[in-house]
């Protein structure tokens, strides 16, 4: 993984753009939204550029752009037509260890902005590190399609809630199935109903666990794509071996893990309420499948 992806609090952030042509702009568009203190240096800037100077949302300088200028701010982004000027003041950043992103430039980008599905406190942040930004494009339009604008609606309703729902059910494992309840009565739409949802969600007892079945000699990538939504619920998995990289990147990233089992202890977990994983060779997972009818057993193909 050449590229970490990281969400980077605006606040206070300072960031140049060094030019001020559609380029330029179209940073701005992204950057405009956050709460970053945003600076433009350009010899000309086109009209888009001195529409956001006009409304006092950027500083906009009209002149040459100083060595002096790349420090003091925390981000630089290089958006000149001049390919030597754009690499000289991004080996300047760097000896002051200030990130910059040259524009069609990634040898000297320290950072990269990726393609971004925005709503509200939802973000979702495409990449695929530089390779083949047209398809992180087209991946974005049809998450896009794909979430209702009333995503945003629904996450502050959420956000101003988390205290309440923190203070009425202060054990964690509690409140996630909490939410999970919440989200499968309301989706993701925000509507009259969204607070009866909420409200009933408390009601709520726990429902028994899922036990889901994998044998050692189906790959990870030959699971069924509606195996997704069972492996992101798993709290444990058990194995007598080890677990495949590819299967354990499936995984929730919180998910614990034993090699110690047997079925009373599987049961008390799904009576308990939690998601549980056995991978092991065929004949055991067959026998789980037997004495757990209630299991998934997940196979190459569909269900």
């Known amino acids: 993984m050449q590229y970490f992806p990281l969400f980077i609090d605006t606040q206070s952030l300072k960031v140049l753009i060094v030019g001020a042509g559609d380029v330029a702009s179209c940073k701005l568009d992204l950057l405009s939204r956050t709460d970053a203190n945003i600076r433009v240096i350009a010899i000309d800037a086109c009209q888009d550029v001195l529409n956001y100077a006009q409304s006092k949302r950027i500083s906009l300088a009209l002149r040459a752009v100083n060595e002096s200028d790349i420090k003091d701010c925390d981000l630089v982004y290089l958006c000149t037509a001049n390919t030597a000027l754009n690499e000289r003041l991004a080996e300047i950043a760097k000896t002051q260890g200030i990130w910059a992103n040259v524009v069609d430039n990634p040898k000297f980008c320290r950072f990269i902005t990726p393609s971004i599905v925005d709503r509200g406190r939802l973000q979702i942040a495409i990449s695929t590190a530089g390779a083949a930004p ?33 203070q009425r059910i202060p054990v964690f494992k509690h409140r996630r199935v909490f939410w999970e309840q919440f989200f499968n009565r309301n989706a993701s739409r925000f509507d009259s109903e969204t607070e009866r949802h909420y409200q009933e969600s408390f009601a709520s007892k726990s429902s028994i666990g899922e036990l889901v079945l994998i044998d050692c000699s189906t790959p990870a990538d030959l699971l069924p794509i509606g195996a997704m939504p069972y492996l992101q619920k798993i709290e444990v998995t058990y194995s007598k071996q080890p677990v495949p990289f590819e299967l354990n990147e499936l995984l929730r990233r919180d998910a614990s893990f034993s090699c110690s089992y047997n079925d009373e202890s599987i049961g008390l977990r799904l009576a308990a309420g939690e998601s549980c994983l056995v991978y092991g060779d065929t004949d055991e997972v067959l026998g789980l499948a037997r004495r757990f009818p209630n299991a998934k057993y997940l196979k190459p193909g569909s269900f």
């Open 134 to 166: 047209v398809y992180a494009r087209e991946l974005r339009s049809r998450l896009e399609s794909w979430l209702p604008l009333s995503i945003t609606p629904l996450f502050d309703f959420i956000a101003e809630r988390r205290e309440e729902v923190q």
